[in-house]
Nanobody, 116 residues
Framework: VQLQASGGGLVQAGGSLRLSCVAS????????MGWYRQAPGKQRELVAT???????DYGDSVRGRFTISRDNAENTVYLQMASLKPEDTAVYLC???????????WGQGTQVTVTS
């Protein structure tokens, strides 16, 4: 499985961005997709995940502002981010959890920078 993330950028506080992550390869093995983020000097943290049956989970810091969705036909997961805050600034990493132990996949990061 390979993951290609896109959609990051520079936005002012209060603005919105949408991230996309396209999976390719053995996509039949993917059970869960999602996003994590990592800011300089901080630990990686959960942003949001979505299962193949569209059950979602969100990190406390983004719940109510971010929405994750997926298009199974396009093997794509989206992260709609609204009411962005400077503390949302981070590298956002796409993630795929697979039904093969030890073979979960991380995509390359996409930078999101929120200015005050």
């Amino acid at each position: 499985v390979q993951l290609q993330a896109s959609g990051g950028g520079l936005v002012q506080a209060g603005g919105s961005l949408r991230l996309s992550c396209v999976a390719s390869g053995s996509v039949f093995s993917i059970e869960l997709m999602g996003w994590y983020r990592q800011a300089p000097g901080k630990q990686r943290e959960l942003v949001a995940t979505i299962t193949s049956t569209s059950d979602t989970d969100y990190g406390d810091s983004v719940r109510g502002r971010f929405t994750i969705s997926r298009d199974n036909a396009e093997n794509t997961v989206y992260l709609q981010m609204a009411s962005l805050k400077p503390e949302d600034t981070a590298v956002y990493l796409c993630y795929a959890g697979r039904n093969i132990p030890g073979s979960n996949v991380w995509g390359q990061g996409t930078q999101v920078t929120v200015t005050s």
